[in-house]
Protein backbone atom coordinates (compact mmCIF):
# COMPACT_ATOMS: atom_id res chain seq x y z
CA UNK A 1 0.00 0.00 0.00
CA UNK A 2 1.19 3.67 -1.25
CA UNK A 3 -0.20 6.07 1.14
CA UNK A 4 1.44 9.19 1.94
CA UNK A 5 -0.59 9.71 5.02
CA UNK A 6 0.49 5.59 6.46
CA UNK A 7 3.73 6.19 7.44
CA UNK A 8 6.55 3.71 8.97
CA UNK A 9 5.95 6.28 12.35
CA UNK A 10 2.06 5.83 11.87
CA UNK A 11 2.37 2.31 11.45
CA UNK A 12 4.48 1.79 14.64
CA UNK A 13 2.12 3.88 16.85
CA UNK A 14 -0.99 2.33 15.66
CA UNK A 15 0.20 -1.90 15.59
CA UNK A 16 -1.01 -2.51 18.99
CA UNK A 17 -4.70 -0.70 18.35
CA UNK A 18 -6.16 -2.82 15.57
CA UNK A 19 -9.67 -2.03 14.45
CA UNK A 20 -12.32 -3.07 18.33
CA UNK A 21 -9.15 -2.95 20.80
CA UNK A 22 -10.46 0.27 22.44
CA UNK A 23 -13.75 -0.65 22.62
CA UNK A 24 -15.62 0.83 26.15
CA UNK A 25 -12.53 2.60 26.97
CA UNK A 26 -14.22 6.03 26.70
CA UNK A 27 -12.03 9.23 27.35
CA UNK A 28 -8.97 6.96 28.17
CA UNK A 29 -8.89 5.39 24.87
CA UNK A 30 -5.19 6.35 23.41
CA UNK A 31 -4.94 8.48 20.22
CA UNK A 32 -2.29 7.18 18.15
CA UNK A 33 -2.07 10.24 15.60
CA UNK A 34 -4.41 13.25 14.40
CA UNK A 35 -4.49 14.17 11.06
CA UNK A 36 -5.59 17.63 9.54
CA UNK A 37 -7.00 19.83 7.05
CA UNK A 38 -7.55 23.48 8.18
CA UNK A 39 -9.84 23.50 10.83
CA UNK A 40 -11.03 19.90 10.74
CA UNK A 41 -9.49 17.31 12.89
CA UNK A 42 -9.00 13.45 12.88
CA UNK A 43 -8.17 11.71 16.36
CA UNK A 44 -7.40 8.22 14.85
CA UNK A 45 -7.84 5.80 17.63
CA UNK A 46 -7.61 2.36 15.65
CA UNK A 47 -6.54 0.62 12.73
CA UNK A 48 -5.81 -1.52 9.90
CA UNK A 49 -5.16 -2.69 6.73
CA UNK A 50 -8.81 -3.36 4.65
CA UNK A 51 -7.32 -4.57 1.15
CA UNK A 52 -5.30 -2.14 -0.43
CA UNK A 53 -6.52 0.05 2.15
CA UNK A 54 -5.95 1.35 5.82
CA UNK A 55 -9.29 2.00 7.70
CA UNK A 56 -9.46 3.78 10.61
CA UNK A 57 -11.81 4.39 13.54
CA UNK A 58 -11.43 8.17 14.33
CA UNK A 59 -13.59 10.95 15.85
CA UNK A 60 -13.52 13.69 13.66
CA UNK A 61 -14.04 17.39 14.66
CA UNK A 62 -14.46 20.75 12.71
CA UNK A 63 -17.46 19.92 10.39
CA UNK A 64 -21.13 20.16 11.48
CA UNK A 65 -20.60 17.96 14.39
CA UNK A 66 -18.15 15.85 16.58
CA UNK A 67 -18.62 12.14 15.74
CA UNK A 68 -16.92 8.74 16.18
CA UNK A 69 -17.09 6.98 12.88
CA UNK A 70 -14.45 4.99 10.41
CA UNK A 71 -12.61 6.47 7.29
CA UNK A 72 -10.37 4.97 4.52
CA UNK A 73 -6.90 6.92 4.38
CA UNK A 74 -7.05 6.62 0.85
CA UNK A 75 -10.18 9.06 1.03
CA UNK A 76 -8.29 10.97 3.55
CA UNK A 77 -5.22 10.96 1.16
CA UNK A 78 -7.46 12.44 -1.90
CA UNK A 79 -9.01 15.51 0.38
CA UNK A 80 -7.61 18.68 -1.57
CA UNK A 81 -8.55 21.96 -1.06
CA UNK A 82 -7.78 24.65 -3.54
CA UNK A 83 -6.20 27.85 -2.65
CA UNK A 84 -6.13 29.43 -5.75
CA UNK A 85 -10.11 30.35 -4.63
CA UNK A 86 -8.46 31.97 -1.51
CA UNK A 87 -5.90 33.61 -3.58
CA UNK A 88 -3.32 30.80 -2.26
CA UNK A 89 -1.70 29.61 -5.11
CA UNK A 90 -1.57 26.23 -3.18
CA UNK A 91 -3.50 22.83 -2.85
CA UNK A 92 -4.21 21.67 0.62
CA UNK A 93 -4.12 18.32 1.65
CA UNK A 94 -4.96 15.87 4.60
CA UNK A 95 -2.00 15.85 6.84
CA UNK A 96 -0.18 13.69 9.85
CA UNK A 97 0.11 16.54 13.26
CA UNK A 98 4.33 16.12 13.12
CA UNK A 99 5.13 15.48 17.02
CA UNK A 100 2.20 13.97 18.20
CA UNK A 101 2.77 11.37 21.27
CA UNK A 102 0.23 8.63 21.42
CA UNK A 103 -2.05 9.44 24.68
CA UNK A 104 -5.43 9.36 26.59
CA UNK A 105 -8.01 11.24 24.62
CA UNK A 106 -9.16 13.16 28.12
CA UNK A 107 -5.77 14.80 27.86
CA UNK A 108 -5.76 16.36 24.78
CA UNK A 109 -6.14 20.07 25.13
CA UNK A 110 -9.14 20.60 22.03
CA UNK A 111 -12.23 22.50 23.50
CA UNK A 112 -14.77 20.65 20.53
CA UNK A 113 -13.23 16.97 21.43
CA UNK A 114 -13.34 17.79 25.07
CA UNK A 115 -17.06 18.87 25.00
CA UNK A 116 -17.56 15.83 22.71
CA UNK A 117 -15.98 13.59 25.11
CA UNK A 118 -17.81 15.22 28.38
CA UNK A 119 -21.12 14.83 26.78
CA UNK A 120 -20.76 11.39 26.19
CA UNK A 121 -19.11 10.21 29.35
CA UNK A 122 -19.85 12.52 32.20
CA UNK A 123 -22.36 11.31 34.86
CA UNK A 124 -25.10 13.76 35.44
CA UNK A 125 -24.40 15.22 38.77
CA UNK A 126 -27.16 13.76 41.83
CA UNK A 127 -28.60 16.21 43.72
Not at 37 to 50: A, D, H, K, P, S
Request: hydrophobic content about 35%; proline content about 3%; overall charge neutral.
Amino acid sequence: MTNKLITPQFMEAIKNFPLYSQEEKGKDAICVAVFTIGRIRWFVLEGQTEGNDFLLFTIVCGLCETEYGYVSANELEKIEIDGTKYGINDKFHVCQVKGFTPTKLKNIQDDELRSFLHRLYSKPQKN
